[in-house]
C-alpha cells in the first residue's frame, strides 16, 4: 500500500477533503480506491481533510438533563442528548450518546475526539464517526485528566491524575500520574504509570487546555499551605517527553485578589487554547475581559493579548472564551445566548440557541479514531 496520496488521486483528494465526514463515510463505498484513501490514517487524507476542518468549528450543544434507562444492555443506561451546531448557531445534526453512568465533565475537542468524564471511567467519543469507546478503569480517585495528540505518531494521549491513597489525609499533595496511549511502540492501548508524579493538586472541575503537545491545568491553589513558587499558577505535562513543569501567572496579575470560580457571576480564570497557543483568561464581572498569551512556557513568560470592555453586559451573558473565528473571540454563556467580539472593530454581536450555551463543547470535525484497537 502506499505510503503516501498517489498523484493521480491528488485533485480527488483535495475535492473530498472539503467535505463533512458524514458524507466521506458514505463515499467510502463508491471504490477501493476511495475506501483505502478515506481510511487508512497514513496516506495523509484524514490529515488535509482535519486541517480544512479546523477552519470551520463546530459547538456540541447539550440538551439539559439525560435519560435514564434501566432496561438497557450494560453500558447504554444513560442517554445524552446533543446538537451539532456551526460557530454561528445554526443546527446541523443531533447527536446520542449512551454510556453507563452520568457523565461529569466533556472536556473540549482534541483533533477531533471529546473526552467524557463519569465517576469510574473515561471515554473517547468522535462526535463526526459516532464513535465512542470506555478506556478500562484505572483505579483510584481521580483529581484531573485531559488529552492530548501526538502529530508525529499520529495518535491521541490521554492523561490521568489521581489520588494516592496515603496523601488523601496530608496536607503534601502529589498527584500519581497514568497515560494511556493507542501508540504501538509504547506497548500498544493500556495505562501506563509516569514516574515522578505531579507536583500539584490541579483544579478538578476547571478544563485543562491542550497545546503545543502540552497539556495545562490549574494548580488548586486553595489545597496547598504553601507553593514552591510564591506565584505558582499552572502545572503542565508535555506529553511527548513526559515531564511535568510548574508555570507561573502573569507578572500584572493578582490572584489572591479573585476568587477561582469557573462562574461568569464572579471573578473568574480560565486556560484555552486559541490560534496553536495557551491563553489565561480572567473575566472580572461587570469590568473587563483581560487576556494573556504564554509566549514562552520555559520562562513562564507572558504577554497580554488584549482587554475586552464588557461593563454594560449582564454577567450571564459574558462565559468563557471557546475560539477565535476571524477576528472575533466567541463566548458561552449562561443564558441561550452565544456573544462575539470583534477584535478589530471593537464590536459585539450575540446569536440565540435553542438550550442554554453553559454546556457548549467546540469541536473539529475529524475521521480519526482509535477504533481498530480493542482497549
Aim: aromatic share 10%.
Amino acid at each position: 500500500m502506499a505510503s503516501k496520496i498517489t498523484r493521480n488521486n491528488i485533485m480527488i483528494a483535495d475535492i473530498l477533503s472539503r467535505l463533512p465526514v458524514k458524507t466521506l463515510l458514505r463515499l467510502k463505498s463508491v471504490c477501493k480506491s476511495w475506501r483505502c484513501m478515506i481510511g487508512d490514517s497514513s496516506l495523509g487524507f484524514q490529515a488535509l481533510h482535519y486541517d480544512r476542518s479546523q477552519r470551520k468549528p463546530r459547538f456540541l450543544l447539550q440538551w439539559p438533563g439525560f435519560d435514564f434507562r434501566p432496561l438497557e444492555p450494560a453500558g447504554c443506561r444513560y442517554v445524552y442528548n446533543f446538537i451539532s451546531i456551526d460557530t454561528e448557531g445554526n443546527m446541523i445534526s443531533p447527536i446520542q450518546v449512551k454510556v453507563q453512568e452520568p457523565v461529569k465533565l466533556i472536556l473540549p475537542g482534541c483533533h477531533g475526539l471529546l473526552c467524557l468524564a463519569t465517576e469510574t471511567r473515561i471515554h473517547l467519543f468522535n462526535p463526526s464517526t459516532r464513535h465512542l469507546v470506555a478506556l478500562p478503569a484505572d483505579g483510584g480517585e481521580t483529581a484531573g485528566f485531559g488529552i492530548g495528540y501526538l502529530s508525529p505518531a499520529k495518535g491521541h494521549v490521554v492523561v490521568r491524575l489521581n489520588i494516592p491513597r496515603q496523601s488523601r489525609t496530608s496536607l503534601s499533595w502529589k498527584l500519581e500520574c497514568s497515560v494511556f496511549t493507542f501508540l504501538p511502540e509504547n506497548g500498544g492501548p493500556r495505562w501506563r504509570t509516569v514516574e515522578g508524579g505531579c507536583p500539584y493538586l490541579v483544579e478538578q472541575f476547571s478544563f485543562p487546555a491542550f497545546a503545543n503537545e502540552t497539556i495545562y491545568w490549574k494548580i488548586d491553589r486553595g489545597k496547598h499551605q504553601a507553593l514552591h513558587r510564591q506565584n505558582d499558577f499552572i502545572v503542565s505535562f508535555n506529553i511527548s517527553d513526559e515531564k511535568f513543569q510548574t508555570i507561573t501567572h502573569p507578572a500584572d496579575w493578582r490572584p489572591e485578589t479573585h476568587r477561582q470560580w469557573r462562574s461568569p457571576v464572579r471573578n473568574s480564570t480560565q486556560l484555552v487554547e486559541l490560534r496553536g497557543h495557551l491563553y489565561l483568561v480572567e473575566t472580572a464581572a461587570f469590568s473587563y475581559v483581560a487576556v494573556w498569551k504564554l509566549s514562552d512556557p520555559g520562562n513562564s513568560m507572558w504577554s497580554k493579548a488584549c482587554t475586552i470592555d464588557i461593563s454594560k453586559f449582564d454577567p450571564s451573558f459574558v462565559g468563557e472564551i471557546q475560539c477565535v473565528k476571524g477576528t472575533e473571540i466567541i463566548f458561552n454563556s449562561c443564558t441561550s445566548l452565544l456573544l462575539y467580539y470583534d477584535e478589530k472593530n471593537k464590536t459585539y454581536r450575540r446569536k440565540m440557541l435553542p438550550c442554554s450555551a453553559a454546556n457548549l463543547t467546540i469541536y473539529c470535525e475529524s475521521l480519526t479514531f482509535p477504533a481498530t484497537q480493542q482497549v
